[in-house]
C-alpha cells in the first residue's frame, strides 16, 4: 500500500472542475509540503503538471492549480476538457531520498 | 530538447537477467540525478532506483534490493539498470526518468518513453 492514497476515479462533465486528493498515510514522507503532480494519458510516459505543492512547468495550462492542507494535497482541474481524461498520479519523497506514487486517480471526462 | 530514450527490454525467463540502457541528450547529463521507475500492466507508478549525478549514492526501492544495480556513465550520458533475479511481478514498462532540483526539493521533470520488461518462462 502506498503511502500516499488517492481516490481511485473521478469524473466531471466538460467545462466543470474537479478535485483529486492526495493524502500521507505515514510519516516516512520528507515535508510533505513538496507534493508533485503527474498526468499520464493510456500508452504513454508521466507528464509533470505541478511541483512543491503549487508550482506549474513551463507550457502547462493555468487550469491546473494545486493546494494542500495538512496531510492532504489536491489537484485542481478547470475547464474540463475532453484531452484532461487520464490517470493522475502524485508524488513526493521520503525521508530516505526515496520517492513514492499515489496509486493513481482516472479522471473520467463524461 | 530532454530526450531519454530506454532500450534492452525484452522477454526474459523467470531467475533470468537483463540490462536495460537509457540514452540522454539535450541536458548537462552529468549533472542531474536519474532515476527508474516502472509500471506494471494496468497498474501504477513504482520507483525503482536513483543515482545521484556522480554516482555517489545510489538508492533503491525495498523489493529491488540485492537484485537490481543501478550504474551510469556520464562521459557516454548513459543509465543503466541490471536486473537479476527476475520474477514474474518484475513484468513492467522501465521508465528513465530526470530529477531537479527545485530550490526546495526534488521533482521527477522529464520521462522516456519507457522499455518493456516480460519475465515469463
Known amino acids: 500500500q502506498s503511502a500516499l492514497t488517492q481516490p481511485a476515479s473521478v469524473s466531471g462533465s466538460p467545462g466543470q472542475s474537479i478535485t483529486i486528493s492526495c493524502t500521507e498515510t505515514?510519516?516516512?514522507?520528507?515535508?510533505?509540503?513538496?507534493v508533485s503532480w503527474y498526468q499520464q494519458h493510456p500508452g504513454k510516459a508521466p507528464k509533470l503538471m505541478i511541483y512543491?505543492?503549487?508550482n506549474r512547468p513551463s507550457g502547462v495550462s493555468n487550469r491546473f492549480s494545486a493546494s494542500k492542507s495538512g496531510n492532504t494535497a489536491s489537484l485542481t482541474i478547470s475547464g474540463l476538457r475532453a484531452e484532461d481524461e487520464a490517470v493522475y498520479f502524485c508524488?513526493?519523497?521520503?525521508?530516505?531520498?526515496?520517492?513514492?506514487f499515489g496509486e493513481g486517480t482516472k479522471l473520467t471526462v463524461l | 530538447e530532454v530526450q531519454l530514450v530506454e532500450s534492452g527490454g525484452g522477454l526474459v525467463k523467470p531467475g533470468g537477467s537483463l540490462r536495460l540502457s537509457c540514452a540522454a541528450s539535450?541536458?548537462?547529463?552529468?549533472?542531474?540525478?536519474m532515476n527508474w521507475v516502472r509500471q506494471a500492466p494496468g497498474d501504477g507508478l513504482e520507483w525503482v532506483s536513483s543515482?545521484?549525478?556522480?554516482?555517489?549514492?545510489?538508492y533503491y526501492a525495498d523489493s529491488m534490493k540485492g537484485r537490481f544495480t543501478t550504474s551510469r556513465d556520464n562521459a557516454k550520458n548513459s543509465l543503466y539498470l541490471q536486473m537479476d533475479s527476475l520474477r514474474a511481478e518484475d513484468t513492467a514498462v522501465y521508465y528513465c526518468?530526470?530529477?531537479?532540483?527545485?530550490?526546495?526539493?526534488?521533482?521527477?521533470?522529464?520521462w522516456g518513453q519507457g522499455t518493456l520488461v516480460t519475465v515469463s518462462s
Open positions: 539535450g541536458f548537462g547529463f552529468s549533472g542531474y540525478t
Open positions: 512543491d505543492v503549487s
Open positions: 526518468a530526470r530529477t531537479r532540483y527545485t530550490g526546495y526539493t526534488e521533482v521527477i521533470d522529464y
Open positions: 543515482i545521484r549525478s556522480t554516482s555517489s549514492h545510489v
Open positions: 508524488s513526493s519523497y521520503t525521508s530516505s531520498s526515496t520517492c513514492v
Open positions: 505515514t510519516s516516512d514522507i520528507d515535508d510533505y509540503n513538496f
